[in-house]
């Protein structure tokens, strides 16, 4: 599992794209540098919007950039985090004794995550396998539910107990792999100039 820098309480020198207009003219230019950069994901590559996004994430959370493209996703217009990242930022956060935990039923057919805090077991919900065919995510074409579905419950478990627990560090955004779910189609590169379209016209004025 990916592991993350601790989060500090002190406030970091950080850049803060939108924060005025000589930030955002500094942002820029970052921006501009890191997306013609080969080692950034392709939704980052030559994107100056979704660099941008990536720049004010970054600082939201206060962790290097480069961890955060490596992590968030733009489909159809809507940032997400992947799952494995939400797990990381729930151990990160040192807001609990233990790191992610996860237990699963005889039957590996269901999945809860938790943390100790003292001696009390900080507990998430459960996700089921029946849930996964309830809510229609076993019949999405190439659905990693039918190929990997204990990974699939570990992952979903997780993001259900950051959602619960830390939802300040996630800012309300879903994981990438619940957006492909509840999508009824997702071509990932389609949105990938959605946020150039809106940001763009604003750098040109």
Known sequence: METLPAHQNNTQSQLTPFADVQSFENAQRMAK???TSDLVPKQFSGNLGNTLLALEMSNRLNMP???V???LYVIHGKPSFSASFMIALVNSSNRFDTPLLFEYNEE?????AYAMQGENKIKGSTVTMQMAQQEGWLSKN??????????MLMYRAGTFFARAYVPDLLMGMQSKEEVLDIEAEIVEDKSSSDL???ILPAIKD
């Not at 590996?108 to 809860?112: D, F, L």
């Open 33 to 35: 540098a890191l997306a």
């Open 65 to 67: 950039v480069f961890s």
């Open 69 to 71: 493209m490596q992590n």
């Open 108 to 112: 590996r057919t269901s999945c809860y």
């Open 142 to 151: 190439g659905s990693k539910w039918k190929t990997m579905p204990e990974l």
């Open 196 to 198: 150039n379209d809106m």
